[in-house]
């Protein structure tokens, strides 16, 4: 049986919070600098999220380039759904916050029961698949929610609601290595905080100076993470490759 998704290593993690990252700049690209608008946005990447994930479905292993198209759009569609319910909707940070952290535990509660296992090691199969793009949704939108109520609502800024994820993301990893965690605990709890830590990174880059930002702009900032992100992909795409050949 072969595993349908990545191992965690730290490549997995960079381009985890890059895609965070680039799903916060690009959602502000699209409805805000193209005049798109929140609705149209996200209609629109909603569209291209099936479409990956299509895709990713049809495969029959882990293809780093498939699979990392549909984390960024997912990523985008997350924030796109914390944000419509926010500044559409009126709905409080905090509420949104609760809702999305009430339908992760959900979708937890049933991929346990229904497979036995959270395991990301496990994927083996298009149920539990499904199980496991359901909570990365759920994980991006509970991350907006949440790292926008720290560092606007609460006033905490940027730079430092950064160091704040960082460093929770730090214990995690201790308690971890400690045994005070197991490895699925562990690998969910870091998976939600790099959401608002990337986002915390994508506004404080992308944010005018007098709203606590460097002021690079969001367009700029998308570029560069994308080239990031796709020259990452495609070295993990021939290790890939070679290891197939190598069966």
Known sequence: MVNRV?????????????????????????????????????????????????????????VPKIYWVVVVFISVVGT????????????PLATTSLIFTVALIAVFVFWYLSERTLSVHTIYNIRRELFYWAAILFTFS??????????????????????????AIALIYLAYRLKLFNEVLAFW???????????????LLTAARDAGGLGLGTIPVSVVFLLIIVALVHHLDREEKKKAGAL
Do not use: C, H
């Open 6 to 62: 990545p191992e965690v290593t730290l490549v997995f993690w960079i381009l985890k919070i890059m895609a965070t990252t680039v799903g916060e700049t690009a959602a502000d690209v699209l409805s805000t600098t193209f005049g798109l608008g929140t609705v149209l946005t996200s209609y629109v990447m909603a569209f291209l999220l099936l479409i990956s994930l299509v895709f990713q479905f049809r495969a029959r292993r882990y």
């Open 80 to 91: 796109l759904i914390s944000d419509n319910l926010v500044d559409n909707l009126g709905v």
């Open 142 to 167: 509970l991350g907006t929610s949440g790292g926008d109520l720290i560092s606007e609502r609460l006033g905490v800024g940027y730079a430092l609601s950064g160091l704040v994820f960082a460093a």
């Open 189 to 203: 709890l870091a998976y939600i905080l790099t959401r608002p830590l990337g986002a915390s990174m994508g506004d």
